[in-house]
């Protein structure tokens, strides 16, 4: 997400001449074109009125620094200011006594009742009992919904079916929270129009019957300019505590983050970035600017590498890089690691430029291909994955069979494999040309299954 | 178009003309036009989700038109403003839906919660008044309980549900569907599929795959793909309507939800930039809030 934004403000402030400092004239013509660039963005107007005001005050005759061009510098403006706008990272509170409520607002079908799973999952991952509750019997076969998921996280849902009202369901789903030393309530509530009165005083009723150490906004990261009357509208009446940004996996350039932290000062808690229900990300307001500007989410990505990759397994195998004896076994072994890191899409894309790039291309191609030559060196016997220079042609074909490939299949992955080992080489003896690190490998990979 | 459904539309937009369009004829009846008057332009099409690059042609033509002197005082102004954006809106042939065949195939597709489902129980209701003999498909497998969602509408309703258990081959259920609308002389069969964000290639391509399966058992099936679109949704509606047309032939938007305060503008760059005419506008929370789309009654409203 977020490409088009930051491409633009690239282009935009790549175009400043290098001098000592930043003209009035041309910080006018770069914040004109970071104007348009939010507002198509979905950044809401006013919103956009008051953030290029904030940039172009710092801009003007800022002293443009020896390690910074001009367009860097603005950047930097550019990205603090987002930065302070999107405001600071914030967890639950889930201060005072047990059970603590949390309660979830918003529009029809900006995505409560997944995000209320993800939640609870999220919770019970921390060491708390969640309890969820099916606060909305309006729509249809919601409470079946929100007990089909409590079912697969093998969660408890509270629910009373459609004729009791939601502040009785809550006040009882509270109730018994108490008595079976539940320690967190998660409510999902129905879906509602802000401008529809009578609902709203229905959620200031559950609010009053629960007081709720958490209210959160539910917000749909494709929502448009009127994202900032809901969001206005939802914390006059029941006072938000935060904001959860859902389908964040779009495409959407998510402008809505920044209109409704803006206009309503609450903090941005969690991110949906998915439809499985552990698709919930906590939201870092640094790393989102870094989107917004280009610079991609290298900090996520790193964290997840280090998350599943086995330090000393890292170590033994860079080791073994620098001597030059990475062989298929160990090649296979890399492949695994990157896998349990997610989908090579979701990956990509947190790396800058790379999201660019693989924009059209069918973003499963690589796990497809990564699929394959896993196949392959699988159907190979340790010996021949030690020592890939004794397969010959009747092995190779046995190996083919084996993998559900063609001999072409296997011989591309063995004339690769040489090319790797030798870039390998040639990079562990101190190699200045290599273009290591995870980039470098996926371009092999690439070549590899192509 | 009769005078109820006009008056339907008219009450609907009826939030969106006084708290912004309203403002827009308001500005425009003051009689001056100044550098003000363009500036206020902008910013109240921008905030209605017209889009930056749709406002900014729209304001540029109008500008020379007015420094041509062609068009002089606001009145004119205002005019113009309509008839610009009545072409942007362009005139869309009759609905493939209308046309008499014997098995007519609709697919409704979208992102997640844009309201297909509740779209499709109006849809339903709205044919069947009209003498339609309407079957639904419960083709979205995969969302919790969306099968039993439609299920409750299709009773409602009072047309029947083809449902194959959750999370089987929504190919299957539309493939029974289709047999099953065959021999029970059903005329309009429509598919509610998974939402899906329209940039997973892989749920693309098995929405693409669904299609499939009924572009082989009828004849030029599905006849007409209506994508639903969230009325708050604001620029990524165009990046939607392209993917999901690329995938599956979309033949025309249906906007949901234009009952609260958003402005559905981004329709006017779908319909331009991607030739997809409006159909049907979500109005309310009843099932009979569904209005057929009619481009100058929507414009109309928009200045009164």
Redesign the interface.
Same mark, same amino acid.
Do not use: W
């Given at each position: 997400m977020f490409e088009n934004l930051s491409d633009k403000l690239q282009g935009i402030l790549g175009k400043l001449s290098n001098r000592g400092k930043l003209s009035e004239a041309e910080v006018d013509a770069a914040l004109r074109e970071v104007r348009?660039a939010l507002?198509?963005?979905?950044v809401?107007?006013k919103v956009v009125k008051d953030f290029i005001s904030r940039v172009r005050e710092r801009a003007i005759g800022a002293e443009v620094m020896k390690s910074l061009t001009p367009a860097q510098q603005v950047i930097k403006i550019v990205y603090e200011e987002l930065i302070a706008t999107l405001g600071e990272p914030s967890r639950l509170n889930l201060s005072g006594p047990s059970p603590h409520v949390i309660m979830l607002v918003g529009?029809?079908?900006?995505?409560k009742t997944t995000t209320a799973a993800k939640l609870a999952l999220t919770l019970r991952k921390a060491g708390q009992r969640p309890l969820l509750v099916a606060a909305d019997p309006y729509?249809? &076969?919601?409470i /079946?919904?929100?007990?089909?998921?409590g079912k697969?996280l093998d969660i408890p849902v509270h629910s009373e079916g459609t004729e009791v009202p939601p502040p009785k369901i809550c006040s009882n789903a509270l109730k018994r929270a108490r008595e079976a030393a539940y320690s967190v309530v998660v409510l999902d509530t129905a879906g509602r129009?802000?401008?529809n009165d009578e609902m709203m005083r229905e959620l200031e009723q559950v609010k009053a019957q629960t007081h709720p150490q958490e209210v959160l906004l539910v917000v749909?990261a494709?929502?448009?300019?009127? &994202?900032v009357? /809901?969001a206005d509208e939802f914390h006059k009446r029941v006072g938000l505590t935060g904001l959860i940004l859902t389908?964040v996996?779009?495409?959407?350039?998510g402008?809505?983050a920044i209109s409704v932290r803006a206009v309503t000062g609450v903090p941005i808690k969690f991110l949906g970035v998915g439809?499985k229900t552990d698709a919930l990300e906590v939201f870092y307001p640094d790393r989102m600017a870094s989107r917004i500007l280009g610079m991609g989410d290298v900090l996520t990505a790193i964290e997840k590498a280090q998350e599943v990759m086995d330090q000393e397994q890292a170590l033994k195998m860079g080791q073994k890089l620098v001597k030059g004896e990475f062989d298929l076994e160990d090649f296979r072994e890399q492949l695994r690691q990157i896998k349990k890191m997610g989908p090579i899409?979701q990956l990509l894309d947190m790396i800058p430029g790379m999201s660019q790039l693989t924009k059209d291309m069918?973003?499963?191609v690589t796990d497809k291909q990564m699929k394959m030559i896993e196949a392959i060196i699988n159907s190979m016997t340790p010996e021949e994955r030690r020592n890939p220079r004794i397969i010959n042609a009747s092995r190779k074909r046995r190996i083919a069979r084996g993998s559900g490939t063609t001999v072409t299949d296997v011989n591309d992955l063995l004339t690769q494999f040489r090319q790797m080992q030798h870039m390998m080489k040639q990079l562990g003896g101190g190699g200045r040309h290599g273009r290591g690190g995870l980039k470098g490998l996926m371009s092999m990979l690439g070549r590899l299954g192509g | 178009m009769s005078v109820f459904r006009r008056s339907k539309i008219r009450d609907s937009l009826t939030k969106t003309r006084h708290s912004f369009f309203g403002q827009i004829a308001g500005l425009l009846r003051g009689g001056e036009i100044t550098e003000e008057t363009w500036e206020e332009l902008e910013a109240l099409l921008v905030q209605a989700d017209v889009g930056v690059n749709t406002t900014i042609a729209l304001v540029d033509r109008l500008r020379t038109e007015v420094a041509k002197g062609r068009v002089r005082g606001a009145q004119a102004l205002q005019d113009l403003l309509k008839q610009e954006l009545l072409n942007l809106l362009g005139t869309p042939p009759p609905m493939i839906i209308d046309e008499p065949r014997l098995l007519t195939v609709v697919f409704i597709v979208g992102v997640n919660g844009s309201g297909k489902t509740t779209t499709i129980a109006k849809l339903a209701k709205y044919y069947k008044d009209r003498g339609r003999k309407v079957m639904l498909a419960a083709a979205d497998t995969f969302r919790a309980a969306a099968i039993d969602q439609l299920k409750i509408w299709g009773e409602r309703v009072g047309v029947p549900v083809i449902a194959h258990q959750p999370g089987a081959d929504p190919g299957a259920v539309v493939y029974d569907s289709i047999r099953a609308s065959q021999s029970r002389k059903a005329d309009l069969l429509i598919v509610d599929t998974a939402g899906r964000l329209h940039t997973k290639y892989n749920l693309m391509e098995e929405l693409r795959k669904v299609w499939g399966v009924a572009n082989k058992r009828v004849h030029q099936a599905p006849h007409e793909t209506f994508l639903v679109l969230d009325a708050t949704t604001g620029q990524n509606a165009l990046s939607q309507a392209r993917y999901f047309k690329e995938a599956v032939h979309v033949t025309g938007v249906i906007v949901a939800k234009l009952d609260g305060t958003a402005k559905g503008g981004v329709v006017f760059a779908i319909a331009q930039e991607l030739g997809l005419p409006v159909r049907f506008i979500g109005t309310g929370e009843t099932l009979d809030d569904l209005a057929e789309f009619d481009a100058k009654a929507f414009v109309e409203g928009l200045f009164e």
């Open positions: 348009l507002l198509e963005a979905d809401n107007f529009l029809q079908g900006s995505g729509r249809p &076969a919601a /079946v919904q929100l007990e089909v998921l697969q129009l802000h401008i749909d494709m929502t448009g300019q009127d &994202a009357r /809901v389908k996996d779009g495409d959407a350039r402008g809505a439809e899409s069918a973003p499963d | -």
